[in-house]
Structures are given as C-alpha cells and as structure tokens.
C-alpha cells in the first residue's frame, strides 16, 4: 500500500508542477516505467510466465536476432521459447543462453554455403537425376556453436515445429537433440531432402505452423508474445522454380499466419515483407528491423506484464 500511495504521490506532482512542454513530461509513459520498475524486481513465481513465439519466414528471420536484444537490454524475462524453421534456429541460440553479441556476428558470415551442400554440380544433380539437397550442415552449424545439447540441456524451455511430409501433421520437438531438430524445422520442401524421424519425413514446419501461437498455448503461458516475420506477397518475384515454391507456400499459409496471430497478447512485428526467405546475402540487415519492431512493442509487451502481475506482489 505505501507503494501505491508514493507512486500516486509522485504521480501528482510531476503531473502538476512538470507537465508542460519545457520538461515534455508523459504522463503515461512515467507510470509505465514506476509499475516496471517494481515488476522487474519479481521473480519466478511472483510474476506471469512469459512465453515467446518466433515465426518462420528464411532471411527474414534475422530479425528475430533484434527483438532478442531488445528483450535482453530491457531485462524482459522469457520463460519458453517456441519457434518454427529460421525462428527454430534463431531461439535455439538463445535457449543454450548464446549472447546475442555472437549471434549476431555468426549472422554476418551465414549464406546458403554454409548451410547446405549447395553447389554448380549439386544442382545440376537436382535438376537431371531429381535428387534433393541436403541442409545437414545446419545441424553442424548449430553443434559446433551451441553444443550438442538436448532439450533438457537448455537454460530456457524450448519448442519447435516440423511438419511431417506424408500426412501434414504438425511434429512438436522437445526431447533429444536440438540442432537435429532445428535442421528438421527448417529443411524447405521440394529443395531439401526430408528429414527421417521416427520412420516419418520431416520438412519445414511452416506448412503446418509457421507462427505457432497454438503450441505455445499448450504449456499455459500467462503472456505469448509472437513475433512473425511474414512476407507481402505482392511484392514478391517468381523467376524461378525456387521463388515460385516460396510463393506458393506463402500464399498457403498466409491466412493461418494471421489467425494465429490473432490468438497472442502481444505482436512485435519486424518490417521485413519485402525480403525474399531466400536473400541471406542481405539477411543481416533484418536484425536492425527486429531491433526498432521490439522498441516500439516495448510500451505493450511492459503493460501485459503489468496486468497480469498480480498486486499482492506488484504493491506489497
């Protein structure tokens, strides 16, 4: 109680004797940054559990990196992360409690070289004997940055999504290997060979779920906070065979992406509609996109936390 009355008291008086356009005094923003500044201070338990969803969509991805660093900077606590292909890769960085400083310079150097077997004579393979490529270099990407590490080897709680290619269903991972898991949630149909899991073939898990607010809704999070990094097919080109497959998959699951969106608290969503999945030569100018997206969310993702803290640990 004597918190309520000295944050009123403060209220009052920077109100009356500070607003006006000298000091540029917000009111709003002042009661926002007294409440968070308590509710920063709760811990586990005393405040909402927190879950975060990371959406798929290739080089646009990258943007994921940014809202991290907002996230970290801010000190917004994240208690699961669930992520579909690129939002796969990006949170499992972030899970093993890798420093976004390093991700971010990891993000630089990636290109479809260094993720797949992509070549002149892998291609020419696919084209005449319809042999697929391979994204196996993904999972050694992942391992020789985070880790071999299992699911219950993570500092946070991580989920992703799959799809199995045989009957479409959504595959859910959170046991066993994490950078097996994330090849398989973001291995591109009709490009790269099907993972096999459990006598089934996997393949990106934006087929079935690309924004998978539904999944985190499984493990009761109080707040889902999603991040999608959806593409504006209108502006997409379709020169080619791997163009227009991405433009088929997008229009496909462009309005599953905007009812599952619909479904979380919070929406941080990074201007990124007009870069290609397939543009990783300028992936890592995303990253600054996510950066200002998660500012400017920065004001609602505080008050949902806010509102669902409850006051016996918020004023006591």
Same mark, same amino acid.
């Given at each position: 109680?004597? +918190?309520?009355?000295?944050?009123?008291?403060?209220?009052?008086?920077?109100?009356?004797?500070?607003?006006?356009?000298?000091?540029?005094?917000?009111? !709003?923003?002042?009661?926002?940054?007294?409440?968070?500044? !308590?509710?920063?201070?709760?811990?586990?338990? &005393?405040?909402? +559990?927190?879950?975060?969803?990371?959406? @798929?969509?290739? %080089?646009? @991805?990258?943007?994921?990196?940014?809202? $991290?660093?907002?996230?970290?900077? !801010?000190?917004?606590?994240?208690? /699961?992360?669930? @992520?579909? #292909?690129?939002?796969?890769?990006?949170?499992?960085?972030?899970?093993?409690?890798?420093?976004?400083?390093?991700?971010?310079?990891?993000?630089?150097?990636?290109?479809?070289?260094?993720?797949?077997?992509?070549?002149?004579?892998?291609?020419? #393979?696919?084209?005449?004997?319809?042999? /697929?490529?391979?994204?196996?270099?993904?999972?050694?990407?992942?391992?020789?940055?985070?880790?071999?590490?299992? $699911?219950?080897?993570?500092?946070?709680? $991580?989920?992703?999504?799959?799809?199995?290619?045989?009957?479409?269903?959504?595959?859910?991972?959170?046991?066993?290997?994490?950078?097996?898991?994330?090849?398989?949630? #973001?291995? /591109?149909?009709?490009?790269?060979?099907?993972?096999?899991?459990?006598?089934?073939? /996997?393949?990106?898990?934006?087929?079935?779920?690309?924004?998978?607010? @539904?999944?985190?809704?499984? $493990?009761?999070?109080?707040?889902?906070?999603?991040?999608?990094? #959806? %593409?504006?097919?209108?502006?997409?080109?379709?020169?080619?065979?791997?163009?227009?497959?991405?433009?088929?998959?997008?229009?496909?699951?462009?309005?599953?992406?905007?009812?599952?969106?619909?479904?979380?608290?919070?929406?941080?969503?990074?201007?990124?509609? !007009?870069?290609?999945? %397939?543009?990783?030569?300028?992936?890592?100018?995303?990253? &600054?996109?996510?950066?200002? %997206?998660? +500012?400017?969310?920065?004001?609602?993702?505080?008050?949902?936390?806010?509102?669902?803290?409850?006051?016996?640990?918020?004023?006591?």
């Amino acid at each position: 109680m004597k +918190k309520i009355l000295f944050t009123l008291l403060l209220f009052f008086i920077f109100s009356n004797c500070f607003a006006s356009p000298v000091f540029d005094f917000n009111e !709003e923003e002042f009661v926002i940054n007294m409440l968070w500044h !308590e509710t920063a201070k709760l811990q586990n338990g &005393e405040r909402p +559990k927190i879950a975060l969803v990371l959406g @798929g969509g290739g %080089a646009r @991805g990258f943007a994921h990196i940014g809202v $991290f660093r907002v996230l970290e900077e !801010e000190k917004i606590p994240v208690d /699961l992360v669930v @992520g579909t #292909s690129i939002g796969s890769i990006v949170g499992a960085f972030y899970c093993a409690g890798i420093a976004m400083d390093k991700v971010e310079e990891l993000a630089k150097d990636v290109n479809w070289k260094s993720i797949s077997n992509i070549s002149v004579t892998s291609i020419m #393979s696919m084209l005449f004997s319809e042999k /697929l490529l391979s994204n196996a270099q993904i999972e050694d990407f992942l391992k020789n940055n985070i880790g071999d590490l299992r $699911f219950d080897q993570l500092k946070i709680p $991580f989920v992703c999504v799959a799809t199995d290619l045989n009957t479409g269903e959504r595959v859910l991972f959170k046991n066993g290997s994490v950078a097996f898991a994330a090849r398989a949630s #973001s291995t /591109l149909p009709g490009f790269f060979k099907p993972v096999e899991y459990r006598q089934r073939y /996997l393949v990106d898990g934006g087929l079935a779920d690309n924004v998978p607010v @539904g999944v985190a809704k499984l $493990f009761n999070p109080d707040i889902i906070i999603a991040v999608p990094v #959806s %593409a504006d097919i209108t502006k997409n080109t379709t020169t080619n065979v791997f163009t227009t497959l991405m433009q088929a998959i997008y229009i496909q699951g462009r309005t599953l992406d905007r009812e599952n969106i619909s479904l979380a608290d919070v929406i941080i969503h990074p201007d990124v509609g !007009e870069m290609s999945a %397939a543009d990783l030569e300028h992936a890592y100018q995303t990253v &600054e996109k996510g950066f200002s %997206a998660a +500012k400017e969310s920065l004001k609602n993702v505080k008050m949902a936390i806010i509102n669902k803290t409850q006051e016996k640990y918020l004023f006591e």
